[in-house]
């Protein structure tokens, strides 16, 4: 399948710094693409150069095959982490205003927005100056602003944060449905279990360069670490010894009357059937699964140490 | 270029719907006029209220020379200096003056006695018309008919007469050059820190609102800025000719009720003072209907009006984009401090090397300053109501326009960087940066 966008060994320096090395990026169409990275990593300056706010110093990036061009922006929507509005306008104002820089009709962007409004239940708030919301109200207005166009590619910077739980959901069911329509989107945020929940793709950059991509579940296996959980029903009393002479590590365990709770860590050369294949004259077993990595993890260990240093700044 | 539209009228009508400009615009004008006709009222209000004047003349002089008007009437009277005083302590005069007999013959001294302040031009009056028949009697004295020295005094018109290399004669009056082109450089002044200035905290809003981001991702930040520039720029103008209309409109209406009530009344009713200036109005008007026509003939408007909103557009936009990049580099307007005096230097020179140059609009300060694109939209317009060579007007104009197609150029350049700037508060240093990405 083409990929939507093409990000061919993209390079931005500023002054004292070295925002993006060399990175190179394919975003599939119709799919949620996560753009992961510690603070400072680059992604606010890939987004950037993606939207065409600044260029690249070196690179390309193609979007269906074809270079970015000014009137590609009309066909992308973003939602920017430092977002705002003007305090002193009016919403539906200012919702119009907004869309009819990103090409629309003043009619189209009415009728579009009256819609969006009543799906969100603020129609009341179209006469309201944006001073008068409190800042998720004004987060939902500026989402609603950012997918009105009906862009191919949406990009959301931290679109979850100033949201209630509440609404959050809400956003991230609208996310889910946009992509069923048909839109590609770029999602970056630090909320790796938001991430494990929308997004079919990432990318995980760090100090610039790209230091993993791939799909979320191959990514989990392929840095599986073969630790398993297994519980068991009774366990025979020598349960302890029985393990120490198998190939495994004992990671922890819980004892409760009647039954054992294990974590255990082989290696790549026994697989899960022989593992379980050991277990079984250990007692009843109930509960056997392996533990692949969570998103987070995997952040933590690429990331490591530099994700540290930048988290303590 | 359809964005800037856009962006253009957003500027404008959130600007032109807001109260202060309803404000400014009608408060404006009222102002002006009221510069205009308060002078006007002031000098047909000069009613202090009557004056009661006891007149105590020792020498006899003076008697049944002053003559009495709405403020003032006199009593000649003849009583000790002391009981008259206590008369004016009761209240039954408000003024004594007292004529002492001279030492010599010829009285010089009076003295004027009362219990509140005296009005500056009750004394005068009475100053004046002591002196002058001191004088008449002096001349008299020395076998000099008065009417002869009256007929000798003579009321010169000077009238300055420019040639022009085409041959052509213009008069010129320097007062009115003088007050026109300080009126227009300290309209331009003004206009550009007020409309500049704008322009700056418009910027500094859509940072700290963190719209601009979001506006960013669908124009150009030079779009954005020039959008933001010109919008304002609209405004000023806008405020400008309605500002002319206003107050041409609202003089026309005083001068037309004032002319058909007041004028009429004040030749068949006026007061011995008044109805003297009113017996020589018909040959003075005259006169001054014609200087006035001269004068208005001798002002070159279409150069004038059409050099004001050149230099106005030229100087606001060359420093609307200097005020841009300030806006775009900082985060609060506290923050603006630092680069405001650097670009506000030369628009204060200007002004204040202005009232040096209506003395000398022709020298070199005048011609390089006017030359010079950061001061000419100043100094400029001091000097065209004196008449400015066309070559010079063309350069100067043209620099103009390089320089300010040179700021919007740096402006530019540091405000696409700075939008997008939080957080820091940066030193020149950082501009130079920003410049050279």
Redesign the interface.
Known sequence: MQAYLNIQEVTKR??NHLALDNVSLEIPQNKIFGLLGPNGAGKTSLI?II????APDSGLILLKGQNLH?DH?TR?G???E????????KVGEQAI??A???GMTKAEAQKKLKDWFAKFDILDWWDRKVEELSKGMQQKI?FI?TVLHQPELLIFDEPFSGFDPINVNLLKAEILKLRDQGATIIFSTHNMASVEELCDQIALINQGKKVLEGEVNALKEANRNYTYSCELNHPVTDWQSTLDNLPVELLGSEVLPNKIKLRLKTNSTLNSNELLTMMIPLGALTSFQELLPSMNDIFIQKVGKTAKSASDE | MNKIILILKREYLTRVKKKSFIIMTFLGPLMMAALMIVPVVLATMQNIGEKNIAVLDETNWFIGKFEQDDNMQFHYVFDSVDSLKKQVLQGQYDLLVYIPRPELNIPVNAEIYSNRQIPLNVSSYIKNTMGKEVETKKLLASGIDPDVIKSAKATINLVTIRLDEDGGETKSFTEINVALGLFGSILIYFFIFIFGSQVMRGIIEEKTSRIVEVIVSSVRPFELMMGKITGIALVGLTQFLLWVILTGSIYGIFMLIYGVAEGPQALTTGSPITSQADQMLPEMDNEAVIKIFEVVDAINFPVIIGSFIFYFLGGYLLYAALFAAIGSAVDNEADTQQFMLPVSIPLILGLVVSNFIVNNPEGPLAFWLSIIPFTSPVVMMVRIPFGVAYTELALSMALLVVGFLFTTWIAAKIYRTGILMYGKKPGYKELWKWLRY
Do not use: F, H, S
């Open positions: 500023y002054a950037r939207n065409q706010i600044t000014a922006v992308i973003y939602l920017p430092e977002r705002g509005l003007y305090k002193k306008m205003y907004l009819r820089l990103k500026q602003v």
